[in-house]
């Protein structure tokens, strides 16, 4: 099973401690945490929830491509390098993805 709600977000190269590098990270984390359809002004604004009943496979990519364009559209200052996925601790199958940005 994939989860959405705890995606791990890097910023390239070192760390957010500079305003915009912060600012940029506290923006995506919003939005990666947000399913599509629950922001009432703007229901494209989030990551579609319906992905991830897809099989694991095909949810992955699709997950990875939905990264990239919401980040494209909603923070133009950054762009997605790669998504990566790691397992839990369990062997319950759960992954969760780890979303590698660069400041643009």
């Known amino acids: 099973m994939l989860s959405t709600e705890n995606a791990v977000i890097e910023i390239l190269p070192g760390s957010a401690n500079d305003t915009p ?5 506290r923006n995506l984390q919003v939005l990666y945490a947000t399913r599509a359809g629950e922001q009432a002004l703007d229901r494209e ?3 579609d929830g319906t992905i991830i009943d897809c099989p694991q ?3 992955q990519v699709l997950l990875a491509a939905e990264y990239v364009r ?3 559209q909603y923070e133009p200052r950054a762009r997605v390098v790669r998504v990566e996925w790691t397992a839990g601790k369990s062997q319950d199958g ?4 780890k979303v590698v940005i660069e400041l643009v």
């Open 21 to 25: 590098a912060a600012e940029v990270y």
């Open 45 to 47: 604004f989030g990551i």
């Open 57 to 59: 496979e095909n949810a």
């Open 70 to 72: 919401k980040t494209e």
């Open 94 to 97: 759960n992954m969760t993805p």
